[in-house]
């Protein structure tokens, strides 16, 4: 069975400085998509950017961008010039590619931005 | 719609009630996940609609949880005879159908709060 792992319950980051969100996962799979989801305060979930796993270049969405290491198992989650409207819950997820099925989610990691 | 509707966005009830909670997908999306999200905790599958398949409810906790979905569209979560360790956010999510092709992301309501007291 696949698993995600998130080992960091919390983060604080300073105004306008660089953070990175740790995410490690285990599949037997080869092919596979792997998210990283912001949660706000409103509950909803946002997708932040996401990663195939057939493609060795890192994805990056503006000031978003992950490191992404198939051998390792391992999809951390770059931020830079952190925002106040950063602050969130973020989930890193991994997805079967080859059939729509669920998503498997990490339990989050807080992300503080301070003032 | 614009986005998944979730209502309603917070219930409470008491202990051994039943519960009814709507989502409605994102227009033309064929797929329908709900989610279940307690304190502190990610996202637990619960269960997954897809077109005219037979239901994926492997995620289901109990046969106390049920859910439908008519006509390809809204769909509704019921939880009977409620107990306290229900409490927590259910969430709905849609996407494309396509399988492999697509990609095919997953877009999430805001989530109904359910609180059994």
Same mark, same amino acid.
Request: net charge neutral.
């Given at each position: 069975? /696949?698993?995600?792992?998130? %080992?960091? *319950?919390?983060?604080?980051?300073?105004?306008?400085?660089t953070v990175?969100? +740790?995410c490690?996962?285990d599949?037997s799979?080869?092919?596979y998509?792997l998210?990283?989801?912001? /949660? *706000? *305060? +409103?509950?909803q979930? #946002?997708l932040?950017?996401?990663?195939?796993?057939?493609?060795? /270049?890192n994805?990056t969405?503006?000031?978003?961008s992950v490191?992404?290491?198939?051998?390792?198992?391992?999809? +951390? @989650?770059?931020i830079s010039?952190?925002? @106040?409207?950063?602050?969130?819950?973020?989930?890193?997820a991994?997805?079967n590619?080859?059939?729509?099925?669920? #998503?498997?989610?990490?339990?989050?990691?807080? $992300?503080?931005?301070?003032? | 719609?614009?986005?998944?509707?979730? %209502?309603p966005?917070n219930k409470?009830?008491e202990?051994g009630?039943?519960?009814? $909670?709507?989502?409605?997908?994102i227009?033309?999306?064929t797929a329908?996940?709900?989610?279940?999200?307690?304190?502190?905790q990610g996202l637990?599958? $619960?269960i997954?609609?897809?077109g005219?398949s037979?239901p994926?409810?492997?995620?289901? *906790?109990?046969?106390r949880?049920?859910?439908?979905?008519?006509?390809g569209?809204v769909?509704?979560l019921t #939880?009977? !005879?409620t107990?306290?360790?229900?409490?927590?956010v259910y969430l709905?999510? %849609?996407? @494309?159908?396509?399988?492999?092709?697509?990609?095919n992301?997953q877009?999430?309501?805001?989530?109904? !709060?359910?609180?059994? $007291?």
């Amino acid at each position: 069975a /696949q698993t995600v792992t998130q %080992s960091q *319950p919390e983060m604080s980051v300073q105004e306008a400085e660089t953070v990175t969100l +740790s995410c490690t996962y285990d599949t037997s799979e080869s092919d596979y998509y792997l998210f990283w989801y912001k /949660q *706000p *305060p +409103s509950r909803q979930m #946002i997708l932040v950017i996401r990663q195939e796993a057939y493609k060795q /270049q890192n994805a990056t969405e503006n000031r978003f961008s992950v490191n992404f290491q198939k051998a390792a198992k391992s999809f +951390s @989650l770059k931020i830079s010039d952190s925002q @106040l409207g950063d602050a969130a819950m973020y989930f890193c997820a991994y997805r079967n590619r080859n059939r729509d099925d669920k #998503i498997i989610f990490g339990k989050g990691t807080r $992300l503080h931005i301070l003032p | 719609g614009a986005g998944v509707s979730q %209502s309603p966005s917070n219930k409470v009830t008491e202990k051994g009630k039943d519960v009814e $909670l709507r989502c409605d997908p994102i227009s033309g999306h064929t797929a329908l996940y709900w989610y279940r999200q307690s304190l502190g905790q990610g996202l637990e599958f $619960l269960i997954y609609f897809q077109g005219n398949s037979a239901p994926d409810k492997s995620g289901l *906790p109990s046969d106390r949880f049920s859910a439908e979905r008519t006509g390809g569209s809204v769909s509704t979560l019921t #939880i009977q !005879r409620t107990q306290q360790e229900d409490s927590a956010v259910y969430l709905c999510a %849609s996407s @494309l159908a396509g399988g492999a092709s697509g990609g095919n992301i997953q877009y999430f309501g805001a989530g109904t !709060r359910l609180s059994v $007291l």
